[in-house]
């Protein structure tokens, strides 16, 4: 077992409030408890543990900057955090920042360019789509200081280094192709589109129950805009799906079967499982044991037990799945999407009847391309 990527909360606080939001909107208060910003000896401590890790580990793996909203810790204090990382992380480990763009400045993006950081912006499309739920604390726009954002990037001299796309959670009431050729107007060499948290017991937004296909047919519709276009943006998830069925393999958690090594180190430095199963219910994120950077190593917690209970979580249980001839593309999907109150995470994922509608769609147009038999 080994690291793929560590996600670091530099912030627990956000400067917007997208009411999707799994870490404020989904009735858990744990960031209430936690620092609102990564301090100094947590930011030494987290370095010294990756610098350890590195040398533990022959595999490079990824170190993204998350939140809450990462940018709030300001330009001066994000220097000595990214000036200490990438002083332990060689050039082959990838060091990215997930933000919501809207405060980018010049300085943050100098230094970003200095420390070799990879910036990918959250948006879900035009205006009205973006504002529909990424909204401020007073129930505002977001959308105009977050394009100004994205545009400060795009200008900036060193754009093709730092600028490495954009994440959008899907809206199955918005218009794909709308939405795609809005993203692709962007600038960004690539797109993560990303399915709203959800589960059997409490419904994704807009899907009216398992048997619906809400988000198969908006999928399939942006795979349609998506192969029509002659020089597309990348979007990992549809590429990923493409080279599974043609023999190949994904690199995207949540498609396939690949499983990923991912650890979260929160603003006090405690180690947890992925916040996404937060959306499952209160305290899914939580280790039995209180592992932090200041006391443990990185590459021996991802070698206990009950890490690797917690990495099988990824391995779908449900008989439904084991039995699917889907179950190499579609990989039974993330346990969050698994969840029901009933029986935990032995289901198989509330988008099941999607996924199997994409694959289908997908597999369909691969053998009318003569690009598979
Ligand atoms: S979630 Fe559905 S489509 Fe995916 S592997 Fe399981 S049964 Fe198959």
């Known amino acids: 077992m080994e690291v793929d990527t560590v996600l670091v909360k530099v912030a627990s606080r956000c400067n917007i409030n997208c009411s999707y939001c799994y870490v404020y909107n989904m009735g858990d208060d744990g960031w209430k408890d936690m620092p609102a910003l990564m301090s100094q000896e947590t930011i030494e401590a987290l370095s010294s543990a990756l610098k350890t890790l590195c040398s533990d580990q022959s595999t490079p793996f990824a170190t993204v900057l998350h939140g809450g909203e990462p940018l709030m810790m300001g330009a001066r204090r994000l220097a000595y955090l990214l000036s200490k990382l990438r002083g332990v992380l060689p050039l082959t480990h990838p060091l990215c920042i997930q933000t919501n763009g809207t405060l980018i400045t010049d300085e943050i993006l100098d230094t970003c360019a200095a420390h070799h950081v990879a910036i990918s912006i959250s948006i879900d499309g035009p205006k009205p789509v973006n504002d529909k739920f990424r909204i401020g604390h007073k129930g505002e726009s977001t959308f105009e200081k977050l394009v100004a954002g994205i545009d400060r990037l795009r200008n900036h001299p060193k754009a093709t280094q730092l600028y490495s796309g954009l994440l959008a959670v899907i809206d199955p009431l918005s218009d794909p192709a709308e939405v795609y050729w809005f993203l692709k107007k962007l600038g960004a060499p690539s797109v993560d589109f990303l399915h709203r948290d959800g589960n059997h017991s409490n419904l994704p937004f807009g899907k009216e129950s398992f ?18 276009d002659t020089s597309p943006i990348k979007i990992r998830f549809l590429d990923d799906l493409m080279k599974i069925s043609m023999g190949g393999r994904g690199v995207k958690e949540g498609i396939g079967q690949k499983s990923y090594g991912i650890l979260i180190v929160e603003t006090d430095g405690a180690l947890t ?101």
């Open 273 to 373: 499982k992925n916040d996404t199963l937060k959306s499952s219910f209160d305290g899914a994120d939580k280790f039995e044991t209180h592992w932090n950077v200041r006391n443990d190593q990185l590459s021996k917690i991802v070698k206990t037990e009950e890490f690797s209970k917690y990495h099988r979580l990824q391995v779908p249980s449900a008989i439904q799945c084991k039995t699917c001839p889907q179950l190499a593309s579609c990989g039974g999907g993330m346990p969050l999407h698994r969840w029901h109150d009933k029986n935990g995470y032995d289901n198989p994922s509330v988008y099941c009847n999607d996924q199997k509608y994409l694959i289908q769609k997908i597999n369909t147009r691969l053998k009318e391309e003569g690009v598979i038999s």
């Open 211 to 228: 048997e619906s296909v809400e988000y198969g047919t908006w999928l399939s519709e942006l795979f349609d805009t998506y192969l029509s």
